[in-house]
Each structure stands twice: as structure tokens, then as C-alpha cells.
């Protein structure tokens, strides 16, 4: 092992070393329900905003979109306009409604007015499946990371990394719960802002602060792609399935973000829906200046880097900003951007994998299998303590099984899968009156149905160079991501599940309607 190999191995222990620190004095505090599974309500706005951009920049916005305008330019960089604009729909549609009506988990929303087993237990199938495809996604960076860092070149060896990775986030969730994982990634989410300002500002300054410059570089270092690395088309453009594609996928990008299951339990990390909705404020801002540092990083990957060597990287796209931190600083900016691109995997994972512990254990455990009456206050807690060690193993073999994919865009898959099981049912719940059981139960399975039947048959899983599977070609579907067919779709299915049924509970709306417009008689935080 080279001498930057260990300088990489010792900066991320240094952050590793740092945050198991913060995760125990932040577990101190965590002695019921609401303190593990929603921090007990105790962020502030500001707080929980900063929180929110650290779970929201995963690797796939600071890895996988960096590597993608690298390689592909204007279109790489719709990845950070979908996931931005996205946000809107979250702050006028979604944060202060849901902060007033649920409690933990995103079940606690669709099952206000509903029948409360059968909507649970959906809830949880959907969080489920998106954390798993979103896990998906940061276990490959992190295999891809290191591969670049260490020099890890073998698979067995990566798998080793995706392990590891693993491992310290089952720490986290197990020891700090929801407080040590929203401060880690407050912590992950400052570093990475000034990690990526402070490589957009070193950027510029290479070419006398001139973006113009920057872009023209990009455009002469790429000779195949030229020009077309400014305009739109280069990888959405050449037919029209690619046009298709990308309207699909923006589809699911815009969409997606209100039905994240993760990104939605932050909302209960707050005391008020006020404060919910400050947070957001907070997090549209931090998230719109990086993406405004993504489109200088991946053009100046593009230039002082080289398409060609990106590509040829042991992470292939991935590697497009840890390669160019090597090219502005040497091995010592290396080790310190690719430790916060590891601190950011870590923390969305463990962000992720305390999400889908909790509706398993809230929605499944304690409102299914016990009716609401567990037998020892703590017995939820210790459920999803158990379901997080099992979360951690699966999504580490599936990482594993991922690794060497670009994750923008396995991202995108489970953006499509939470804008067709989810958002519906969530607006639907929010907003019609006639909506029942029914209905959400047709629209959250019909839409995980629908989406995960044609990403299987999609040319992303077989069929392709690109694809999860290269040597079969099962590719039924011509699209890449599902979302222009499979969110529509699930609409429908939540309409024609209501119509269907006589099931009314006008009472039980009236009461939701006070409540997330006005907050009386939500969950208030607790006093310690």
C-alpha cells in the first residue's frame, strides 16, 4: 500500500474516529421512542435544515453528477436541476402538512384516515423498496470510492470496502439513533459544502474565475464530444427513446423527492410544522449552492482531468471529483475530499437504514403485530434496532451485487419508485376528500408493482454495456427509468381503487384537514 493510500486511510479515520464520538454523546440522551426514531422533536429549523441537505447530497449528487457532466455536460447536469427543483413540490405540498398529521414514520400519514393494518403495512413495503434501491446506490459509490483511493482493483476486495461501510453504519443507527444521525450529517453536510466550494473556487481560479474558460477547456479536452458538451442532447438526444428517457427521468426526479421516505422523517426531527417548514427553506438554499459548485466540477473534471481517464477509473463516472481533487491539491486534497465523500455515504446510509428500521418497527411491529399496545415501552426501539442490523446485511450483499453502476442514476431508479408508491398516496391523502383504503392500497403496491416489474425489464438491469447484468438481455422495456409510465399509472390506480369502493370516512378527512392545515392536535415535542 502507497504512502496516499495511508494518508486516505487516516484522514477517514480521523472523521470516523470523530463522529463514533458524537454518536455517543448523542446516544446519552436517547432513552424512548420518539428520542431514537425522531431525535425526540428537539432541531431547530435551521438545524434540521442543514440535516436534510446532508441527507439529501448523497454520493450520487457530489459522485455519480460530477462524473455524469464530466462525461455528458449539459445533460449531467439535469441531474442537479431535477433534484433541486424537486424541492419546491416538498415545501409547498408536503413538509408542514405531513409535520402536522403523522408522528414517526410516512404511515402515520396514510393511515389517519384509513384502515390502519392494511395502509401500514403498505407504507412500510414502499419505504422498504425505496431505501433499498437508494442503499443500492451509495454502497456502489462507496466500493467504487475506495477502489480509487486504495488502489483496490479486484472485486473481492471492494466487497471488503462495501463491508466496512456497512458495518459503521449499523454502528451509528444502533448507538445514536435519529439525534447521532442527524448530527453526523449536519457535520457531513458542512464539509462537504466548504470540501466542493473550496474545489469550485480553486477551479475557477485556474482560469482567471472565468467560467467561459472553464467550458471551453471542457469542450477541447473532450474532442469526440465537442460542442455537444454545452447543448442539450448528448446522451438524451441521439433517438427519440433517449428524448423519452430523459423526460422519464426528469419525471421521476421532480416528483420523487416528496415521497422519499428518509427526506420525509426529518420533518419529525422538529418541535413545530413551522420549524418543518424553515428547515426546508434552509435546505433549498444549502442544496442549490452546491449544485451550482457540481456544474464547475464536473466541467473542470472535464478539462484538467479528461473524459477518456475518468472513464478508464476504477469507479468509471464516479471518480470524475475525487480524480480532479488530485489534480488541483495532490494525494493530501484527495484523502480529505474523497474522506468527505465517504463521511457522505456513511451518513445517508445510516439516514437511510434508521427510516426503513423505523416504519418496519412502528408501522409493522407496533401498530400491526401488537394493535398499538406493545407489551414494554422500549420493545419498538429494540425492533428497530434488530431490523437495522438486517437492513445493514441486505443492503451490503445488494451493494456488492451494484458496485461499478452509476449512482446518479440508481438514485433516479429509487426516485421513480418513490414518486409512483408513495407520492400519490401521500396527495391523494392530503388533499381528496372521497380517498379511502382502498385506493391507497391499490396505489402504493400497483406502483411498486408497476415500477419495479419494468425497471426490471428496463435496459438498466440487462441488455446493455451499461447494464446491472450485461451478458443476458431480458430488456422488454425500452426506457431506463419507469417514472413517465409508472407514476401516471399509480395516480390512476389510487383513483380507480377509491371509485371502486364505498368505504367513506368524511369525519376522519374533516379532522386530517384541521389538523395539517392548522396543527392542532399534532405530535409536539417532548420536554427533557
Known amino acids: 500500500m502507497n504512502g496516499s493510500a495511508l494518508l486516505n486511510i487516516g484522514i477517514f479515520g480521523i472523521f470516523v474516529a470523530a463522529t463514533l464520538v458524537v454518536v455517543i454523546r448523542a446516544s446519552r440522551n436517547t432513552k424512548t421512542a420518539a428520542d431514537y426514531l425522531a431525535a425526540g422533536r428537539a432541531f431547530t429549523g435551521p438545524q434540521n435544515g442543514v440535516a436534510i441537505a446532508g441527507d439529501y447530497l448523497s454520493a450520487a449528487s457530489f459522485l ?7 462525461l455528458n455536460g449539459y445533460d449531467g447536469f439535469l441531474y442537479s436541476i431535477g433534484f433541486l427543483v424537486a424541492w419546491l413540490i416538498a415545501l409547498l405540498l408536503v413538509a408542514e402538512l405531513l409535520r402536522n398529521t403523522g408522528k414517526y414514520t410516512m404511515g402515520d400519514v396514510l393511515s389517519f384516515r384509513m384502515k390502519q393494518r392494511p395502509v401500514r403495512a403498505a407504507a412500510a413495503t414502499s419505504t422498504m423498496a425505496v431505501s433499498f434501491f437508494y442503499l443500492l446506490a451509495q454502497m456502489a459509490g462507496a466500493g467504487g470510492l475506495v ?8 472485486k473481492f476486495g471492494q466487497a471488503i470496502v462495501i463491508a466496512v461501510v456497512g458495518a459503521l453504519m449499523i454502528a451509528y443507527v444502533l448507538i445514536g439513533g435519529m439525534k447521532g444521525t442527524t448530527w453526523v450529517q449536519i457535520i457531513k453536510a458542512v464539509l462537504l459544502i466548504i470540501g466542493a466550494g473550496l474545489m469550485t473556487v480553486w477551479v475557477l481560479a485556474k482560469f482567471g474565475f472565468n467560467l467561459s474558460a472553464v467550458l471551453g477547456a471542457a469542450v477541447d479536452a473532450a474532442p469526440k464530444a465537442g460542442e455537444k458538451l454545452l447543448g442539450p442532447g448528448l446522451q438524451y438526444g441521439a433517438t427519440g427513446t433517449s428524448k423519452l428517457d430523459f423526460l422519464s427521468l426528469a419525471l421521476a426526479l421532480v416528483l420523487g423527492t416528496a415521497g422519499l421516505p428518509h427526506i420525509l422523517m426529518r420533518f419529525y426531527t422538529v418541535p413545530t ?10 435546505a433549498i438554499w444549502l442544496i442549490g449552492l452546491f449544485y451550482l459548485f457540481t456544474l464547475v466540477l464536473g466541467y473542470g473534471a472535464g478539462a484538467l482531468v479528461g473524459a477518456d481517464k475518468i472513464r478508464a477509473a476504477p469507479g468509471g463516472p464516479n471518480s470524475a471529483a475525487p480524480l480532479l481533487a488530485e489534480a488541483l491539491g495532490g494525494p493530501l486534497l484527495l484523502g480529505l475530499i474523497a474522506a468527505v465523500a465517504f463521511a457522505t455515504i456513511l451518513a445517508v446510509v445510516a439516514g437511510l437504514t434508521i427510516t426503513a428500521s423505523a416504519s418496519f418497527a412502528h408501522d409493522i ?9 406493545a407489551e414494554d415501552k422500549d420493545a419498538e426501539v429494540k425492533v428497530a434496532r434488530r431490523t437495522a442490523v438486517v437492513i445493514g446485511i441486505v443492503s451490503i450483499l445488494g451493494g456488492i451485487a451494484a458496485n461499478g453502476q452509476n449512482i446518479a442514476f440508481l438514485v433516479a431508479l429509487a426516485f421513480a419508485v418513490a414518486a409512483s408508491a408513495n407520492l400519490p398516496t401521500i396527495l391523494y391523502s392530503l388533499f381528496w376528500k372521497r380517498f379511502n383504503t382502498s385506493g391507497a392500497l391499490w396505489s402504493i403496491y400497483g406502483g411498486l408493482a408497476v415500477t419495479i416489474t419494468l425497471i426490471v425489464l428496463s435496459p438498466a438491469v440487462s441488455g446493455k454495456p451499461t447494464s446491472m447484468f450485461k451478458n443476458v438481455d431480458f ?3 425500452p426506457l431506463s427509468n419507469p417514472g413517465i409510465v409508472s407514476i401516471p399509472v399509480a395516480f390512476l390506480l389510487g383513483y380507480i381503487g377509491t371509485v371502486m369502493s364505498k368505504e367513506r370516512d368524511k369525519e376522519k378527512y ?14 409536539k415535542a417532548v420536554a427533557h
Open 475 to 477: 430488456a422488454l422495456f
Open 147 to 154: 477502489a480509487l483511493l486504495l488502489g483496490i482493483t479486484g
Open 273 to 282: 410544522a413551522k420549524e418543518a417548514r424553515r428547515s426546508v427553506v434552509w
Open 510 to 523: 374533516a379532522e386530517m384537514e384541521v389538523r395539517a392545515l392548522t396543527g392542532v392536535g399534532a405530535e
Open 365 to 373: 411491529y407496533a401498530n400491526i403485530i401488537k394493535k398499538g399496545e
Open 64 to 70: 455519480g453528477i460530477a462524473g455524469a457532466i464530466a
